[in-house]
């Protein structure tokens, strides 16, 4: 069974976040930042990466998705500082 991954990306100013799921973290990233990775992401500058979480199977991969999408900004803002404390934008981490 293929492995998925929940990331959370923003914009310049932090000011905004977006969480989603994929099995294939590269290039989902690369689509946000380069192509159209969604209306959502293309409207509002959203696309350096300050978070992802592998898990085992997608269907885990998605229900951790739909729970921190529902979490309030503070509780993501914490999960955030638990792996990227300076709130970097991590795509160099994946990409290299």
């Known amino acids: 069974m293929k492995s998925g991954w ?3 990306l923003s914009n310049k100013r932090r000011t905004v976040f977006y969480t989603g799921v ?3 973290l590269q290039q989902r ?3 946000h930042k380069f192509e159209n990775g ?3 992401t293309k409207k509002y500058n959203v696309h350096e990466l300050l978070y992802y979480e592998e898990f085992p199977t ?3 991969a998605i229900s ?3 729970k ?5 900004r503070e509780w993501k803002i914490d999960l955030i500082k638990s792996i990227n404390p300076e709130f ?3 795509w160099n981490d994946i990409y290299c």
């Open 38 to 40: 969604s209306k959502f």
């Open 29 to 31: 990233i690369y689509q």
């Open 64 to 66: 951790a998705e739909k």
């Open 58 to 60: 997608m269907y885990e």
């Open 6 to 8: 929940i990331y959370i």
């Open 22 to 24: 994929t099995s294939d």
């Open 88 to 90: 970097d934008d991590l």
């Open 68 to 72: 921190v999408k529902k979490w309030k």
